[in-house]
């Protein structure tokens, strides 16, 4: 998953052994935790409260109990937090081991089913191609016709260079 609010990975080496990949240590910079990298808890909100977050569900309302969001993860609820599931993620040293040298490097990353994480070399195309399609959306001058013409125009195209659209 490509996102615009790009996360870095440091990978520093032992000073005793700087070669040895095996001690070397991940952190992640995170510039600013949003709803794509946040981190969800377990809920320790009480039945009445648990019973409005599953009537808010059936009736298609926000997840909000004790004035903050939920999500239903593995038949658990789990509240928002204000960290960063990236930077905080028990995995991330065996996900990112033995991937990068040493140093600063941008990365993406993919929580797979919630209880693991992947972190990769971001693709400068999808970057690209994310940052416009928000420059486009956020643009408030262009026309609803000129909008859907570059967003076509943005769409991924096939071998022939046709809009798969």
């Known amino acids: 998953m490509t996102v615009l609010n790009q996360h870095f990975l440091i990978v520093t ?3 005793n052994d700087p070669d040895d990949q095996d001690l070397f240590t991940y952190a992640v ?5 949003t709803d794509e990298c946040r981190r969800y808890e377990d809920c320790v909100a009480g039945d009445a409260e648990r ?3 599953e009537e ?3 009736n298609g309302e926000a997840l909000i109990a004790h004035g903050v969001n939920h999500l239903m993860i593995d038949g658990v609820w789990c509240a928002a937090t204000n960290l960063c599931n990236v930077c905080d993620h028990d995995g991330l040293p065996d996900a990112a ?4 040298p040493a140093g600063r490097h941008a990365i993406d ?3 797979g089913d919630g209880t693991e994480i992947a ?3 971001p693709d400068p195309e999808d970057a690209v191609s994310a940052r416009i399609r928000v420059l486009v959306s956020q643009a408030p001058r262009l026309s609803d ?3 859907a013409r570059l967003a076509a125009f943005l769409r991924p195209t096939s071998a022939g260079g046709e809009s798969d659209a």
């Open 51 to 53: 019973e409005l977050l």
């Open 13 to 15: 080496p032992d000073p």
């Open 109 to 111: 990353y993919d929580f």
């Open 119 to 121: 972190v990769y070399a």
């Open 56 to 58: 808010a569900i059936d």
């Open 145 to 147: 016709e000129r909008r």
């Open 29 to 33: 910079e995170c510039p600013g935790v």
């Open 97 to 100: 081991a033995g991937r990068f």
